[in-house]
């Protein structure tokens, strides 16, 4: 397993808290985790549940970035077929005079 992701991502979310300018104490609080858990988050320990991250990110008014996790990437070959396909055209009825 790569810890240097979770990390990088433990850096963030203390450069984040400090940013606020809020103890961790009072961080803790908020995301509903004890200190030493936000501690192990900050540090990038991988046994913290995923559940606290999510609610440090609500805190935090970045629960969007969550939706950016794991999206569905982009099938070019799919795309591609799509545009190939003609669209059947029909002649415009006539008006009979």
Not at 70 to 92: G, H, I, M, N, T
Request: charged share 35%; hydrophobic share 40%; glycine share 4%.
């Amino acid at each position: 397993m790569d810890r240097s992701k979770l990390q990088e991502l433990g850096k963030r979310l203390r450069a984040e808290r400090l940013k606020r300018n809020d103890l961790q104490a009072a961080f803790a609080v908020r995301v509903g985790v004890s200190v030493p858990t936000l501690h192990k988050m900050e540090l990038g320990d991988p046994t913290v549940q995923i559940g606290a991250w999510v609610n440090a990110l609500e805190v935090l008014n970045r629960l969007d970035d969550l939706d950016a996790l794991l999206q569905p990437s982009e099938d070019l070959f799919a795309k591609y077929e799509q545009s190939q396909v003609k669209e059947r055209k029909r002649a415009s009825r006539r008006k009979t005079p």
